[in-house]
């Protein structure tokens, strides 16, 4: 499958994991990504104009609110439970975050290029962090 076919069935690709609200937030996340996807396809043959950079920092400030949101809820719910695997998931949501921090510093300042390795990895750590990492507190969680 392409990466072109994996993003446009990506919400087909999102594993349940176990929690409503936490599947919600995921196809929030990527319904996000994907939007943003088109604003980047769109660039690929021209320079971005102020319309399309006030919707990419639009875009951009809601993905980074939704996912430090749902990962504050994700770990809040792993150290009230015990979750054994919340240390590992604290570092991966932490880089995560801080690697979108840089990101955002470089599109406020408009010094970015989109290309698709960029894309790629939202949709890589998307699919992979919930179909991976997120899918093992599944069991955990249905048997509290």
């Known amino acids: 499958m392409s990466l072109s076919n994996q993003d446009q069935n990506s919400s087909c690709l999102l594993k349940d994991v176990g929690i409503m609200?936490?599947?919600?937030?995921?196809m929030r996340l990527a319904s996000y990504v994907a939007e943003f996807q088109e604003v980047v396809d769109s660039l690929r043959t021209r320079e971005a104009n102020i319309e399309d950079w006030r919707h990419i920092d639009a875009l951009f400030?809601?993905?980074?609110?939704v996912?430090?949101?749902h990962f504050k809820a994700e770990e809040d719910m792993m150290?009230?439970?015990g979750y054994p695997g919340y240390d590992s998931q604290k570092k991966?949501?932490?880089?995560?975050l801080e690697k979108m921090l840089k990101v955002q510093e470089d599109i406020?300042?408009?010094k970015i290029k989109f290309k698709d390795?960029?894309?790629a990895m939202l949709w890589d750590w998307l699919i992979n962090h919930i179909n991976q990492v997120d899918v093992e507190y599944r069991d955990f969680f249905n048997k509290k």
């Open 21 to 26: 609200r936490f599947n919600k937030e995921h």
């Open 61 to 65: 400030g809601r993905i980074l609110k």
């Open 67 to 69: 996912a430090s949101g």
């Open 79 to 81: 150290n009230a439970q």
């Open 92 to 96: 991966q949501h932490d880089k995560f």
């Open 108 to 110: 406020r300042g408009r």
């Open 117 to 119: 390795d960029f894309k």
